[in-house]
């Protein structure tokens, strides 16, 4: 390794990912196993994803990092294990054209700097850390030249969080749980890729963006100590639906896609409500969402939207078809329409060009919505959805080789 002062940086994008066979429950809480198998699909990077920099230089003198420009501490247990799993992977680095030069053995005594950036609120029921651990193990993966395929790097980000193992590939993905005791077994596999099913679209009604009550941690804690529902869940229930989830995958069976998603939301949110003490992940607003929704599945002769809500009451809607996305739109911005004061450009955000189909251009059209049909007196409600975000599934990590989209100053290595 030579002793100048250089900077060696990798800067990768992840996607977060939305369960729609949920991971709930750990049967080890160190190595993050878990006591069923789960399958998610992978959100478009372009309106939900995760950027990090990762860098290394002989001038850094301990490990940093910094999420969404504030300085945060990498003493955590989960980012140790993360490093410490990709140091022992690192391999000989050479870069001839900066002249640069790192023995597999020098890894150990090098120090890296981390920036992370999500495009998304972090902690508010979106899998901010799922891209972010995701992120991370990729991108030293590529900075450290290791060598493992991303499903071998899934099984170290899942020591991070237990979903990023899932945010490793595009399209539809299954977290296998495994069997052996040391987790080697515990990855995530691709389904199928985002080009299989891509005429599904995405709403996301961000309905609040705080940080939760309970954090996923221990509210896993506290279900599998006390909820006999988890038991019955992962013993009985989760191995038959993940089967017929994947044939509904494979064949774009919408029908029984969505009927397996709601269903598996709704047990995982019943698995809460009988965990000791109760957890309330969904509110008011939550349960409208989920009640509009089954009234007009059951108005209509098949299924046209499914929902699925993580350890939180944020509401992921998978419309079948851009059709079914465009009405589900005009369904909700008539039930929920923004503040009088609100910006239409900042209500709905990611693709807008679903805005555009369903004939809204600014707000005199919100206002001009009908009323669904099958809502017999519907209400509106102002200001109880924060915003939609309107995506599709999209694709797995990737490098950006563009410096000016790295998070750290190539001569430094510090936040730009």
Not at 8 to 29: F, L, S
Not at 149 to 160: F, P, Y
Not at 270 to 278: H, K, S
Not at 281 to 299: A, F, G, L
Request: aromatic share 6%; with cysteine.
């Amino acid at each position: 390794m030579e002793e100048k002062t250089w900077v060696r940086m990798v800067t990768a994008q992840t996607p977060t990912n939305i369960a729609v066979i949920k991971y709930w429950g750990k049967r080890d809480e160190t190595l993050i196993l878990p006591v069923n198998d789960s399958i998610s699909v992978t959100l478009d990077p372009a309106h939900l994803c995760t950027t990090t920099t990762v860098a290394v230089s002989p001038s850094f003198d301990q490990d940093r990092m910094w999420l969404n420009g504030k300085e945060f501490s990498l003493s955590g247990g989960r980012y140790q294990n993360c490093l410490r799993e990709i140091r022992a992977r690192a391999c000989d680095v050479q870069d001839e054209e900066k002249g640069i030069k790192i023995a597999k053995k020098d890894w150990e005594k090098l120090n890296v700097h981390v920036a992370s950036y999500n495009n998304f609120p972090t902690a508010a029921g979106l899998a901010s850390s799922a891209a972010g651990f995701a992120c991370l193990v990729f991108a030293l993966a590529k900075l450290m030249n290791a060598k493992e395929d991303n499903s071998e790097l899934s099984a170290i980000a899942r020591q991070g969080s237990g979903s990023a193992c899932r945010s490793l590939f595009g399209g539809f993905v299954k977290w296998n749980m495994g069997k052996a005791e040391d987790g080697s077994d515990s990855l995530a596999v691709q389904l199928v890729d985002e080009k299989h099913w891509d005429e599904l679209v995405i709403i996301i009604a961000v309905v609040s963006s705080r940080q939760k009550e309970t954090s996923s941690t221990t509210g896993m804690r506290d279900s599998v100590e006390t909820s006999l529902l988890l038991e019955h869940r992962a013993k009985e229930v989760v191995p038959k639906r993940t089967k017929q989830m994947e044939e509904a995958i494979k064949n774009r069976d919408f029908g029984s896609f969505a009927q397996l998603a709601c269903a598996d939301s709704n047990q995982f949110h019943a698995v809460c409500l009988d965990t000791c003490p109760p957890i309330f992940y969904m509110n008011d607003t939550s349960h409208r969402i989920i009640s509009c929704v089954e009234k007009w599945n059951r108005s209509e002769e098949s299924p046209q939207v499914a929902y699925t809500f993580d350890a939180g009451p944020n509401a992921v809607l998978i419309a079948h078809n851009r059709k079914a996305a465009t009405q589900l739109l005009q369904k909700l911005l008539f039930c929920f329409p923004p503040n009088s004061d609100a910006d239409l450009d900042s209500y709905v955000i990611g693709d807008k060009s679903i805005l555009k189909d369903a004939g809204i251009e600014d707000m005199k059209d919100v206002e001009a919505l009908s009323p669904p049909p099958e809502i017999k007196n519907a209400e509106r409600s102002k200001g109880e959805v924060s915003y939609f975000i309107c995506t599709k599934p999209g694709r797995g990590p990737v490098l950006l080789a563009d410096e000016s989209q790295a998070l750290l100053h190539p001569e430094t290595g510090l936040p730009k």
